[in-house]
Structure formats: structure tokens, C-alpha cells
């Protein structure tokens, strides 16, 4: 069974950074689609930013120009790097993961952001 671990969720001040990280028990590079999702209270789960398995990514509007999905080799890991943190970037991220063989999706526990001064 594949597992996620999300790591680096904090407290973060308004305009600061956060890198978070994703941890997988398979290659992150297998995935025929990796990406981080946000839910914050009282609102729906909406997709954050996307990698395909051949490093296609793809942004929210609010996540463009802030925000950088990369899948690291060394670590094996799906980092987010985030930049120009907002008090409504606060959620709790979680980490996706879609495989083709077998075809099933995958999600971590989530970590949670808030960005609060």
C-alpha cells in the first residue's frame, strides 16, 4: 500500500514562506499525476498545483507566480515551495498522488498552514 506523509506545515506571518514537503513509499516519479490540494475551513478541497509524470505542472490562479510544485529524485519527495504567503492561503495542504498500474489515487493526512500575524 502506497502512503503520503506531509511535512512543513506551520505558522507563517503574512508574505513569508513555506516549503512543504511529501513524502511517498513509492517512487514520486511513478505517479502518473502528483499535486497538492488545499481545504480550508468551510470550504471545498480545490487543487493547489499539479506534475505530471512527465513534469507538465499546472497552477490555481491563486497559487501562479507564488507557488512551485517540484518532485525532488534525492528525497523522493513532491515539494511546494510557497512564497508570498496570504492569510487565505490557511488550510490544512494535503498531498495527491494518481497511479496507472495499478490505477488508483492516493492521499496523505494533510499538514496544516496558517498564515496569521
Known amino acids: 500500500q502506497v502512503q503520503l506523509v506531509e511535512s512543513g506545515g506551520g505558522l507563517v506571518q503574512p508574505g513569508g514562506s513555506l516549503t512543504l514537503s511529501c513524502a511517498a513509499t513509492?517512487?514520486?516519479?511513478?505517479?502518473?499525476?502528483a499535486a497538492w490540494y488545499r481545504q480550508a475551513p468551510g470550504k471545498e478541497r480545490e487543487l493547489v498545483a499539479s506534475v505530471t509524470v512527465i513534469g507538465e505542472t499546472n497552477y490555481a490562479d491563486s497559487a501562479k507566480g507564488r507557488f512551485t510544485i517540484s518532485r525532488s529524485f534525492e528525497k523522493n519527495t513532491l515539494d511546494l515551495q510557497m512564497n508570498g504567503l496570504k492569510p487565505e492561503d490557511t488550510a490544512v495542504y494535503y498531498c495527491?498522488?494518481?497511479?496507472?498500474?495499478?490505477?488508483?489515487?492516493?492521499w496523505g493526512e494533510g499538514t496544516l498552514v496558517t498564515v496569521s500575524s
Open positions: 513509492r517512487s514520486i516519479f511513478s505517479f502518473s499525476v
Open positions: 495527491y498522488a494518481k497511479s496507472q498500474f495499478p490505477l488508483k489515487t492516493y
